[in-house]
């Protein structure tokens, strides 16, 4: 091979490294995740006034770029330069400005959506299509893109994240101007929760705070188009009622203080259902229950109020602050007859009356009426709207008022005077009672249980026993307490009947009277008692001579016993002699009319003398025992015995007491006496010889 000279040499050498610069320079290599952008740099027209990025033929930085792979261009025409792709990751979106485009019309915030871009990647087709200069309303998705940084500008923004137990507020940036007088645009569909910018405007959507809401997810919304704020969602817990108010809506009437119920607006979620069914500017009707609700604080405000709690033994009265007004009476009463399709007589119209109590107070209406309800609430939970209704808890069992020296008591014990100049302090216990059915009218003739105490039940008791105790002295009062006790009940019961009230009773706890009147009354109570007392010993020492006597009496019972028996035996004795003396007469008659055979004359002369004093003396024992007594026979014949001397006439011992003992024993040592003494036998006739 034949060597070339040197400067031929160098020569190929330069060809040679001008056109691996050609080559070089013509192609373009773009990676897999690349894309190349253009500038034509000689050779072409210049853009039009205004325009920064070229279309083809243009010199400048061109719309449109190069993808991945091997590109060919002519060298030193283009210069390219390489850009990552866009990336929009999980849960963003891309937002997209136009740095080049027609410009958007005066009035307007975002460019007019164009068509047939491919989401921005064919920047000619954006421009060509009448793409606008400025902020665009498409969003990108999360994905990869083959954008021209140079002709677009992407904002990589989370995706509006909304969580559970809140709500996102949307305020449009641009749109159609809210109706004069609302505050809230009015809903328009098709946006899709506002993920369709280019709806939203083109369904004529308005520009400023959205009537609708964002519930808990993940939305892609044009946070330059649409501005969301996150709120806690409404929770009404347990134990509470949530009271609405709302702040758009028709006029409240000005003889309504709240507004009147709508339906459909499912508990106040739907603003839209709300004012399309006439829906009043106010505090509403209708409440929230415990729960979450997903209501817009931007068209309502929620207040929480603790739940009506009547508990048993109680009721409710019910104050409506809605409702009818009440009519005159009779007109009342006919609509009622009305209404129960009744021909009522007058006379029916009156029973009508007082079944319904109207007239009792006109205040107490029926339901439906604007007053105090007529029916009272039952104990139970209640989800009571305050601005609608008040409720006033009556007790129905007995209540108890007190006036003593306890801490915990309202009044303080009465302090009277008395009709002689004597302080006294009286604690006093009132008790009284409201019927259930008699409670609306104690409301509406007093108010409450505690202004019927302080403005009623406390005067009243307080005069009452003042005039009592005017009327009578200290001690007397005192004495007097259950009189006292009594009257003041009896006055209480016939005043508090006035307020439909029931008085149980009225005790009189304790009275006080001056320390100085209390030492009197105790000194004399301790005379009185001495003098009882001074009885009772007297009584004792008779008690005492009392019980040695019966002593005494116990101790003879055994000579008592004796004499006793002592009578008995006496008393056997003489029935003995009688009998004896019996025997003998009729043996002297057998033997004398014997003796009578041999002796007639003198015989039967002196055996009819003989049985003559035999049947004397008997018959005259029978007489004497029959007319004077056992006694007085044996009495009779110790007079005898006296008399001849046979006898003691004084005893050696004497024992006399009460109850006629002495007497008793002196019987009895009579009836000894006389059974020792021996009765004289019948003399027998002398034989004759």
């Not at 969580?163 to 645009?185: C, F, S, Y």
């Not at 996150?230 to 929770?235: E, G, K, Q, S």
């Not at 301790?526 to 005494?552: G, N, V």
Request: proline letters at 5%; charged letters at 25%.
């Amino acid at each position: 091979m034949e060597f070339l000279d040197p400067m031929s040499n160098i020569l190929f050498i330069l060809l040679f490294a001008i056109a691996l610069v050609t080559l070089l320079k013509s192609v373009i290599i773009v990676g897999g995740r690349e894309i190349a952008v253009l500038e034509r740099r000689w050779f072409g027209k210049n853009m039009p006034q205004g325009r920064v990025i070229a279309m083809p033929g243009e010199i400048g930085v061109q719309a449109r770029t190069k993808g991945p792979g091997l590109h060919f261009v002519f060298p030193f025409i283009y210069k390219s330069r390489k850009m990552n792709f866009i990336v929009i990751g999980e849960n963003e979106i891309g937002l997209v400005e136009s740095i080049d485009g027609s410009s958007i019309p005066a009035g307007k915030i975002f460019a007019q959506v164009v068509t047939e871009h491919d989401s921005f990647q064919d920047g000619e087709a954006f421009l060509r299509n009448g793409g606008q200069k400025g902020p665009q309303i498409e969003m990108l998705p999360p994905g990869y893109y083959r954008i021209n940084s140079a002709l677009f500008n992407i904002r990589n923004v989370p995706s509006v994240m909304i969580d559970k137990g809140q709500i996102g507020l949307v305020t449009a940036m641009d749109g159609e101007p809210i109706n004069t007088g609302r505050l809230l645009a009015h809903k328009v569909d098709g946006h899709s929760n506002f993920e369709s910018g280019e709806l939203f405007l083109k369904n004529k959507g308005q520009k400023g705070p959205q009537s609708e809401m964002l519930l808990p997810g993940t939305y892609r919304i044009n946070r330059d188009l649409f501005h969301v704020d996150i709120y806690d969602a409404t929770v009404i817990p347990s134990g509470k009622v949530g009271l609405v108010t709302a702040l758009d809506g028709k006029p409240l009437p000005e003889s309504e203080y709240v507004a009147k119920s709508v339906e459909g607006h499912d508990n106040f979620q739907n603003v839209s259902k709300f004012l399309e069914a006439g829906g009043q500017r106010g505090p509403q009707f209708d409440v929230l229950k415990p729960g979450t609700y997903y209501v817009n604080p931007l068209m309502f405000k929620v207040e929480l109020d603790a739940v009506a709690v009547v508990e048993r033994g109680q009721v409710a009265v019910v104050v409506s602050n809605v409702g009818e007004e009440p009519e005159p009476i009779k007109s009342l009463v006919r609509e009622t007859a009305l209404r129960e399709k009744e021909k009522l007589t007058p006379e029916e119209i009156v029973e009508l009356e007082k079944r319904h109590d109207i007239g009792i107070e006109r205040y107490v209406v029926p339901k439906g009426y604007r007053g105090i309800q007529q029916e009272v609430a039952g104990p139970g939970i209640y989800y009571l709207n305050r601005r609608a209704f008040m409720a006033y808890i009556i007790d129905t069992t007995n209540i108890t008022i007190d006036w003593d020296e306890s801490g915990d008591t309202k009044f303080d014990p009465l302090k009277v005077i008395s009709r002689d100049g004597f302080e006294i302090s009286v604690a006093v216990k009132v008790i009284i009672r409201v019927r259930p059915d008699q409670a609306p009218y104690m409301v509406a003739k007093i108010g409450s249980i505690d202004n019927l105490i302080q403005h009623v039940i406390h005067p009243m008791i307080d005069s009452s026993f003042r005039n009592q105790a005017s009327s009578t002295s200290a001690m007397n009062f005192l004495q007097d307490r259950q009189d006292e006790q009594k009257k003041a009940e009896e006055r209480a019961r016939l005043e508090l009947e006035k307020y439909h009230v029931e008085c149980v009773s009225v005790l009189i706890c304790q009275i006080r009277l001056p320390q100085e009147l209390m030492d009197t009354q105790t000194l004399k109570i301790i005379a009185q008692q001495q003098q009882a007392m001074y009885q009772d010993q007297q009584k004792a020492e008779q008690t005492r001579i009392a019980t040695e006597k019966t002593r005494s009496e116990a101790e003879l019972q055994k000579s008592l016993v004796e004499a006793e028996i002592g009578v008995k035996i006496a008393e056997q004795n003489k029935q003995k002699a009688i009998r004896f003396a019996e025997g003998e007469a009729e043996g002297i008659r057998i033997r004398a009319e014997g003796e009578a055979k041999g002796i007639k004359a003198k015989g039967d002369a002196e055996g009819s003398k003989i049985l003559a004093i035999g049947e004397a003396t008997a018959k005259a024992y029978e007489l004497q025992n029959k007319a004077i007594g056992q006694q007085g026979v044996t009495a009779i014949e110790i007079a005898k015995q006296i008399a001849t001397g046979n006898i003691k006439v004084t005893p050696d011992f004497l024992i006399q007491g009460d109850n006629n003992v002495g007497s008793l024993l002196s019987g009895f040592l009579t009836k000894l006496i006389a059974d020792k003494v021996a009765i004289p036998p019948v003399e027998k006739p002398a034989k004759e010889s």
